[in-house]
């Protein structure tokens, strides 16, 4: 069974900062990709970055140069430093990653972790 289990969300006020991980566990052959999306109230789940195993990055142009997305193959792990934040970076954001199992390939979800930004 392969488990995303999220942490670092929290309350911060604009300008601040926060630092995501997601750590990846269970019977993984290999992850292609991991990433972090987001869902605001009322709002479809958007992507917000995404890195490969070999470190090709892709983000939101809402975040571009605020947001850094980086990984620890090693430890299946894959960070978010989110700096500058602004209150509509408030969001659930949740760990994604595509990986091979035991039992399969597919996309696996965390349970989200709440980020508000508001003085």
């Known amino acids: 069974q392969v488990q995303l289990v999220e942490s670092g969300g929290g309350l911060v006020q604009p300008g601040g900062s926060l630092r995501l991980s997601c750590a990846a566990s269970?019977?993984?052959?290999?992850?292609?990709?991991m990433g972090w999306y987001r869902q605001a109230p009322g709002k479809q789940r958007e992507l917000v970055a995404r890195?490969?195993?070999?470190?090709?990055?892709k983000y939101s142009e809402s975040v571009k140069g605020r947001f850094t997305i980086s990984r620890v193959n090693a430890k299946n792990t894959v960070y978010l430093q989110m700096n500058s934040l602004k209150p509509e970076d408030t969001a659930v954001y949740y760990c994604?990653?595509?990986?091979?199992?035991?039992?399969?390939?597919?996309?696996?979800w965390g349970q989200g972790t709440q980020v508000t930004v508001s003085s």
């Open positions: 890195i490969t195993s070999v470190g090709i990055t």
């Open positions: 994604n990653a595509d990986l091979v199992s035991v039992v399969d390939g597919r996309n696996y």
């Open positions: 269970g019977s993984i052959f290999s992850i292609k990709a």
